[in-house]
């Protein structure tokens, strides 16, 4: 009984400790109910990459090599033939809201477009994409049910080998770029994104009779979310990592079920 006891007791230091760290951190409340998947390329080794979620599936490695990343390990594609893609699922169709990003580096084909991330659609059309463009800006992209292609270019100009922080929104109006937490450019537009039965592809690639883009250099910490991010949630994921957004969630919840037992 005495040993249970003091157990009983370390643990609730240990999470009032933890409460205390994280009244203290800057993160911004970020719901991961809402994340669809996190990508963190952080194996170092094998032929695929998993969702930290646990709510998609693995993603298959063609071609790509691993090599040092942001955070960790990440995924390099020769800019040819290489890239990662992760299998189609209803969760990877949001309809009226949505975000995604990745840190990339990239190492050439300035002039060209470069697909960071994208999902085809059935025929030539693209259900949502990020890429490098050919006039050297990252290029936010989604096409919508009314069969519009509803995209923009943002003001920064992407220099090789530097490292970006790349994120896309849509709140069912206003489709969002940013470029290392800071708002790059915006469209306005208010109809539901296309639904399509396509894989994700990071790093390029397209359905076979499209032209398909590729990226030469470095991808890491992929994620996507069914809702839009704002602002200081964009800068909480760049600033600290997936993992460090991860870790902070997962502590909150430890501190949430403690204290539900404890009453």
Request: one cysteine or more.
């Amino acid at each position: 009984m005495k040993k249970m006891i003091n157990k009983s007791s370390i643990l609730g230091v240990v999470l009032i400790f933890i409460s205390l760290i994280l009244a203290f951190q800057s993160y911004a409340e970020i719901n991961l109910e809402n994340c669809v998947g996190i990508w963190l390329f952080d194996e170092g080794k094998g032929e695929a990459v998993k969702d930290s979620t646990g709510k998609c599936k693995d993603g298959k490695i063609n071609g790509a090599v691993w090599d040092n990343g942001k955070f960790g390990k990440a995924l390099s594609f020769n800019g040819t033939n290489n890239n990662v893609e992760i299998p189609d699922m209803p969760s990877l169709n949001p309809k009226t809201e949505m975000s995604m990003g990745c840190w990339v580096y990239i190492k050439g084909n300035a002039g060209q477009h470069r697909d960071i991330i994208s999902k085809d659609g059935e025929n030539a059309e693209r259900q949502y994409l990020l890429t490098a463009s050919d006039i050297n800006k990252f290029r936010a992209h989604i096409w919508t049910a009314d069969g519009v292609a509803n995209y923009f270019d943002g003001n920064t100009t992407v220099e090789l080998e530097t490292w970006y922080h790349v994120f896309q929104t849509y709140d069912g109006k206003v489709l969002k770029l940013y470029v290392n937490g800071k708002e790059d450019g915006n469209k306005s537009f208010s109809k539901d994104i296309i639904v399509t039965s396509q894989p994700v592809r990071i790093g390029g690639g397209a359905n076979a009779g499209a032209t398909g883009y590729y990226t030469p250099g470095i991808i890491d910490e992929v994620a996507m979310f069914n809702v839009a991010l704002g602002e200081k949630d964009i800068q909480t994921i760049m600033n600290n990592g997936l993992s460090g957004v991860l870790a902070v969630s997962s502590a909150r919840k430890l501190v949430t079920t403690w204290s539900s037992i404890k009453k």
